[in-house]
């Protein structure tokens, strides 16, 4: 069941659920990775600008400036989809929070999952990237106020899972085969056969 909370205090405190006596706090984000993989995530964007720009049409603009700060806005505005794809991959039966904790969207669900479903959970949201980037290739370069919005949201899309593509890469590195991954209220907890005191 998704609920939508609308605005909370950045210090607002979910309700969790009781995490078993072997869970194990996962190992902290890397900030250097979080920052390197949003700089990635904007690069790629500018990469395909450039091809689509200097190869694809012989160096004639593919863009409409004036429509970037546009695309900037329903990008910003597609985060809170953004979190809603977090949540996908988390049990049907549990409740899935999503919320503007803080001035920024949010989303949350207490319950345990695979560390298959986590990962998927992490990277569902660079959906917002590839698809519009992936419009923005093949739309003809005269469309040019659509490919803007598509670029624009596209790249930001790609940028905005930073600090996702940071949890899938210390999940990956820290969490045993066969666990399950549950909030915690210090973070990220993992618990299986692995895990046992």
Same mark, same amino acid.
Request: net charge positive; hydrophobic share 45%.
């Given at each position: ?33 979080? %920052? ?34 546009? /695309?900037?806005?329903?990008? +910003? !505005? ?9 949540? %996908?991959?988390?049990?049907? *039966? ?7 904790? /803080? /001035?920024?969207?949010? +989303?949350?669900?207490?319950? +345990?999952?695979?560390?298959? +479903?986590? %990962? ?8 917002? /990237? ?19 919005? !598509? ?42 056969? *692995?895990?046992?005191?």
């Amino acid at each position: 069941m998704y609920k939508f909370i609308g605005f909370v205090k950045a210090d607002y405190r979910y309700d969790y659920e009781p995490l078993p006596d072997n869970a194990r706090l996962m190992a902290d984000r890397s900030t250097t990775i979080t %920052i390197i993989t949003g700089l990635l995530g904007i690069a790629v964007g500018y990469v395909l600008l450039l091809v689509k720009q200097y190869i694809l049409n012989g160096g004639e603009a593919v863009l409409n400036k004036p429509f970037i700060l546009f /695309g900037a806005v329903l990008g +910003a !505005l597609f985060l809170l989809l953004h979190e809603f794809l977090h949540l %996908i991959p988390y049990p049907k *039966n549990s409740t899935k929070i999503i919320s503007i904790k /803080g /001035g920024t969207p949010s +989303a949350f669900c207490s319950a +345990a999952v695979s560390k298959g +479903a986590f %990962i998927v959970s992490s990277l569902l949201p660079v959906l917002l /990237g590839i698809i519009p980037l992936i419009l923005f290739m093949f739309l003809p370069s005269t469309y040019q106020v659509i490919n803007t919005i !598509l670029w624009t949201m596209g790249t930001i899309g790609l940028a905005s899972p930073a600090n996702d593509y940071a949890d899938v890469l210390r999940c990956l590195r820290s969490v045993p085969y066969k666990c399950k991954i549950q909030s915690g209220k210090g973070g990220f907890y993992y618990f299986g056969e *692995n895990t046992k005191k």
